[in-house]
């Protein structure tokens, strides 16, 4: 399939990279394609960023049938660019996808038609520090029709945003809520795709969070309301001992390509990991024992963000002496080192732009 491309008539000026906060500005051009049962995906297209007409029975606007991904573009000291295990985040696409009655993408093709929309856009790869180009492409529903089916038709879209820290935190350590109410995910539901969904569930305990003076929220099981599951915007990681545990993929939990990352890295330390069931309860008496020695998540958007703080069941517990600890410090170092190609990839995680 040929990628077509329409000019903007004017581009337009880019932010203050000192300032850049996270998605609120984009690029002048996305990527879109279509797909219709008759004729597969088709039509591919960049064209300049702005509205997409629909009619207000959209299925997408009425039964949530979207899905998404997130993952970023950096820019070398030497002024390259290069992405961070972008075939990772397309397959998950398509396993996201195959949940939501999607079909699947051919993930070549994106991956080259993402390549081309940012060899146009590579102007915006921001070089301040910790700045990164933010791509989030996504499949929405189409179909005007407000029945309750798969939709036939849906949209396919990529937009680009230049961004600064996901927290306004930045890397120092943030607070988290555990709620034992509310739930982000059931055994058997959506949890481990990427769906819109899964993140409009979360907002409303995360407001009480906020409320209570905490950035983001612990989601427990929804079916014991005992075991961690995974905070807001990332995975999560506890270092209790000398041993990284992380809670292991069982269908509501995100697989993180950050937190394969990480366990690979750790692995490569020598670090013993271990994925498993890890109950809230285990992690306070862990930290009433003195043995929690570190909190942290890890997600494309937060990088890897330590936590000071976890507030369950009306107590508060302080993680170390609530600052960075040395594995949260040493985990952002080496990836950002990898990302932004400060240091060689023994993993071959980077794929340079051109
Ligand atoms: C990401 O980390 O890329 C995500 O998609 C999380 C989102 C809430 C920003």
């Not at 499949?139 to 945003?161: K, N, Q, V």
């Not at 309301?225 to 995975?235: R, S, T």
Request: proline share 5%; hydrophobic share 40%.
């Amino acid at each position: 399939m040929e990628i077509t491309f329409r000019k903007a008539d004017r581009l337009k000026d880019h932010p203050d990279e000192s300032s850049l906060s996270f998605g609120t500005r984009f690029t002048d051009y996305m990527f879109i394609m279509d797909y219709e049962s008759e004729k597969g995906w088709h039509s591919p297209r960049i064209e300049p960023y702005g509205p997409m007409l629909m009619e207000p029975s959209t299925m997408v606007l009425h039964y949530g049938q979207a899905i998404f991904e997130g993952l970023k573009a950096y820019r070398s000291a030497s002024g390259a660019i290069q992405l961070f295990r972008p075939k990772e985040n397309l397959k998950r696409l398509n396993r996201s996808a195959e949940r939501l009655c999607m079909p699947a993408l051919d993930e070549d093709f994106v991956l080259k038609a993402m390549v081309e929309l940012l060899k146009i856009e590579k102007g915006w790869v921001p070089e301040a520090p910790g700045t990164s180009l933010y791509i989030r492409p996504a499949i929405i529903a189409t179909d005007p029709y407000i029945g309750l089916r798969a939709s036939h038709t849906y949209r396919f879209f990529i937009i680009l945003s230049p961004v600064g820290a996901y927290y306004p935190e930045g890397f120092n350590p943030v607070k988290i809520w555990v709620t034992s109410h509310y739930v982000r995910a059931v055994r058997g539901g959506v949890g481990e795709a990427k769906t819109a969904g899964n993140y409009a569930a979360s907002l409303y305990a995360t407001e009480l969070a906020h409320k209570e003076g905490y950035t983001q929220v612990m989601w427990l099981d929804g079916v014991e309301l005992k075991y961690v599951e995974e905070v807001g915007a990332m995975n999560i990681f506890f270092m209790i001992g000398n041993e990284l545990v992380t809670p292991m993929l069982n269908g509501s939990i995100l697989s993180g390509v950050t937190r394969d990352s990480v366990i690979r890295l750790a692995e490569s330390w020598g670090t013993k990991v271990t994925q498993r069931r890890i109950s809230i309860d285990e992690i306070y008496a862990a930290h009433d024992q003195g043995e929690l020695k570190e909190v942290f998540g890890s997600g494309t958007a937060a990088a890897i963000s330590p936590v000071g703080h976890i507030k369950y069941d009306g107590r508060e517990i302080i993680i170390g002496n609530g600052g960075v600890g040395p594995f949260a410090a040493r985990f952002f170092k080496e990836l950002m080192d990898i990302q932004y190609g400060r240091t060689a990839d023994p993993f071959g995680w980077v794929m340079p732009l051109e």
